[in-house]
């Protein structure tokens, strides 16, 4: 039986208001579902291209600025 989801756990609002999916909650689903997610620990495996390219400089991007 699916748990249901608790915010700040598995999910945030962002500025914007869209809900936002953890890195805790794509690890507990197991699999990238290929739509880009902010948090996906799964280095966006199914994100076709040119989407996954921009997506990873762009995480790489933002680490390198930290």
């Not at 199914?46 to 989407?51: A, H, I, L, R």
Request: charged share 30%.
């Amino acid at each position: 039986m699916k748990q249901p989801l608790v915010e700040k756990i598995d999910f945030y609002y962002n500025a914007e208001g869209y809900m936002v999916f953890t890195e805790k909650y794509h690890l507990d689903r197991g699999y990238c579902c290929g739509n880009g997610c902010k948090h996906c620990p799964f280095a966006y495996e199914n994100v076709p291209e040119p989407k996954k390219s921009i997506l990873l400089k762009r995480r790489s991007e933002e680490k390198d600025g930290q």
